[in-house]
Structures are given as C-alpha cells and as structure tokens.
C-alpha cells in the first residue's frame, strides 16, 4: 500500500505555514459520526457539519495561505513549457516513480520501490461531503473530468469518471468529515488498513491533501484502487493543485523530489498543475516497455533510452 500526501516540509512554503499557524485560529469541528447516501446524481454525501467550508475558520487559514503562495509567483498555472533534455528526465523519473514519498520525512528521499501503475482502466468515482455547497460539487466534478481526461491523454491508460463501480474514489470533505469517514472509507475499500484509515482520519492541517495507492498482492497486477481526498476548505488554486497532483500520484508518480522542475512534484508549490515535465513522466510510466513490479535497477538500465524516445515522440 502506498501513501502520498502534499505536505510541506522546508523552504519557503514551510515558513510561510508556520507564519500562518501562528496567526490563525481553526475552531474545533463536530464530531459526530457520519453516513453515506445516495443523491439524484449518483454523488454520495456525507452528512452535514455545522459549519460549510466557506465559513470555518480552516477555510480562511488556506485563503490566506494561497494568497502568500501567489503573491510569491507560486502555483503557476502555464504548465512549464521550458526546455527539457532526456537526462533530466530519466533522472525525475527515477526519484518520483520508483521512490515512495510515505514515511520519509522528507521529499526526495523515499524509500526505493518497484514500479507501480494500473494495469485495469481506472474508474473514478466522486463523493462529496453534504458541508460542500451543490454549485461547488458541479464546479468540482467539472475540474476532475478535466483533469481525468488530460491524464489518459498523457500516459494513454483509459481514465475516466463513473457512476457506476469505481476502483479510484476522489472524496471532497470538510475537516469534520475526513474525521469522520472511517466507516466510509472502510465501505469503499474493505480490508483498508488501519493505518491508512488514519492516516486520512488524523491527517493534520499542514497535509493538504493525500492519495492511498492500493497495489494487488502480485506485483505483476500492478495498482488495483486507490482514493484521494481533496480538502472541501480549499480555495480555487489550492483545490485544482490538490486535483491534478493526487490523482497523478495515484496513477503511479509516488514520489516528490526538490530537483524536479518545472513540475507539480515538488513541495515547493511553485507549480498548482500537472506539466509538461509530468505529463512525459506519465507517458514513460505507462510505456509498454516496462511493467509494474520492475526493480528500480531493472528500469534504471534503459530509463535513459526511453526518456530520449518520448522527448523525440514530443
């Protein structure tokens, strides 16, 4: 089981959220126990908080954290069209897909891991917390086609959202809500282990969001499920980042490294979408001349090769 999380942990962007701990007040949300029901459209909700996201005291903490991050040149939006050279590539590709982010303590220096992808399209499924207004729900599930459907362009593994059975749920909640949504999370995933039902349940503020990639028993099978968690407190910026960065990561890209660039996988937070940079990177991964359950060491040997023919495919 593989956990990724977008957290930050130095630099700028660790500075900038520890001035704004200092200087905000997040109220303590009620906790009661929630339930999953059917809406007209398919979406499960969860049920209500006292409070919406628009109006907590954690929603004004991101509000205030993405206008730093903006007024600083971060979360660009232009997709980082610069130049990039097969070496660069092959190298990113070698510390974000075969290294695992979960655990290290610091981004980029993941444990080594076989290579991870889905083998079966993936099915996402989208439910959202009854605190996230109807508009918002549209708008989101709006985004998450988007971005579904520029990761199938990207690495040419059939990506698209259902109604029906979903094997990669995308879940948008408030902080009382993700609390809370052990049971839920234990129905969409039975089996789930307790520690990455906790992981989600006790996920602090400072994690915006969090993907928990499940691979089948045989490596060979690759990834079979996964589920996203999108915080229903975010601003626009923030919430598009936290889209297009946990659902790449749940195809596979496990990993952050400082040295990649441009890219959305690395915790600096200079870029808020998917670039140019990782949409080859998805491209390489799902390329039939590797297979999950590689060795880093079996990639490694010809990673430089392929990073050279998807640069030349453009």
Known sequence: MKLTCNTPRKGALAHIVATLTAIAVVVALPAAAQTVTRSTTSAADLAATAQGP?????????????????????????????????????????????RTEYGSGMSGSGSAAPLRRWEQPIRIGVRFGASVPAAQQRSDQAAITRVAQ??????????????????????????????????????????????????????????????????????????????????????????????????AQGMGLSNDSPAARPSIFNDDEEFGVLTRHDELLLRMLYDDSLRPGMSPGSVNQHIGQLAQAVLARG
């Open 54 to 98: 628009d109006r907590s005291q954690l929603g004004v903490y991101y509000r205030q954290l993405e206008q730093r991050l903006v007024s600083q040149g971060n979360l660009r939006q232009d997709r980082g069209a610069g130049a990039l050279d097969a070496a660069t590539l092959a190298r990113n590709f070698m510390a974000i897909a075969m």
């Open 150 to 247: 520029r990761l199938q362009r990207a690495s040419g593994h059939p990506v698209g959202l259902t109604n029906g059975a979903a094997n990669f749920h995308v879940l948008v909640l408030s902080d009382a809500e993700r609390a809370n949504a052990g049971p839920v999370l234990q129905q969409m995933v039975p089996g789930l282990s307790r520690n990455a039902t906790r992981a989600v349940t006790r996920m602090g503020r400072n994690t915006f969001c969090m993907v928990i990639a499940i691979p089948a028993a045989d490596p060979s099978q690759g990834i079979t499920r996964a589920i996203a968690i999108v915080r229903a407190e975010h601003p626009p910026l923030m919430r598009q980042s936290c889209m297009e960065e946990e659902l």
